[in-house]
């Protein structure tokens, strides 16, 4: 089973998403992604991942909550931006042949707001809410 890191950032009431839309499907999920051989903890990994999709560097404050996803382990942490310009990410996110992927933004969204976002997965969307 693949392991993922996942970063929860609320500022101001609102909720750091990555929103996608594959073909007629849209959805919100968590920044983050899988783990690298060089990568020496789960919060080394969440800290890289956050570097190449978000931009930003993070300060990662705690394990929130786990979660097994499809074939996935996901490891949900609490972050703070404590670096860097938000949406500057250089990842393979940005590379991508955007038919064949769909589309990918950055969107903070209001908490009061979340139980009408598909935000995959919904177990801690709902623990957030």
Do not use: N
């Not at 839309?21 to 990994?45: A, M």
């Not at 786990?66 to 490891?75: A, G, I, L």
């Amino acid at each position: 089973m693949k392991k993922r890191v996942r970063a929860i950032i609320i500022q101001e009431r609102k909720l750091l998403l990555v929103h996608r839309v594959k073909g007629e499907r849209e959805y919100w999920v968590f920044p983050g992604g899988g783990l690298e051989e060089s990568d020496t903890s789960l919060e080394d990994g969440l800290k890289r991942e956050c570097r190449e999709e978000l931009g930003v560097g993070v300060e990662v404050e705690g394990l929130f909550s786990e979660d097994t996803f499809k074939d996935q382990h996901e490891f949900f942490y609490t972050c703070k931006i404590i670096s860097g310009t938000l949406g500057t990410g250089t990842g393979p996110e940005f590379s991508r042949d955007p038919a064949q992927a769909g589309t990918y933004g950055l969107q903070w969204i209001p908490l009061d707001e979340l139980a009408q976002k598909d935000v995959q997965p919904h177990k801690v969307r709902d623990i957030i809410r």
